[in-house]
């Protein structure tokens, strides 16, 4: 009897949990456009995201872990952005 005790393989999932992060956080981002009215949040906070999105797809075979860790930063960004 083989039991295996290997936990997930995030250099396999990583990406696609990272993804489902950025969508997740895409959220934050478009509720900001809408209830916060000024200039940043209508037009610099999406373009940051898109920025962040369009990273996430360039390295989501090259570069697995970081792109599990771009929601994060995507979150941290938009809180910082919440403060000011």
């Not at 999932?13 to 916060?36: H, R």
């Not at 037009?43 to 962040?52: C, D, I």
Request: net charge positive.
């Amino acid at each position: 009897m083989s039991t295996s005790t290997r936990g997930p393989d995030l250099r396999r999932s990583g990406p696609f949990i990272g993804m489902a992060g950025m969508a997740t956080t895409f959220f934050l981002y478009a509720w900001s456009a809408f209830a916060v009215r000024d200039v940043v949040s209508l037009v610099v906070l999406p373009l940051v995201w898109l920025v962040l999105f369009v990273l996430a797809a360039a390295w989501f075979t090259s570069h697995p872990y970081r792109v599990l860790a771009l929601p994060f930063l995507a979150a941290a960004v938009w809180f910082g952005a919440m403060l000011t």
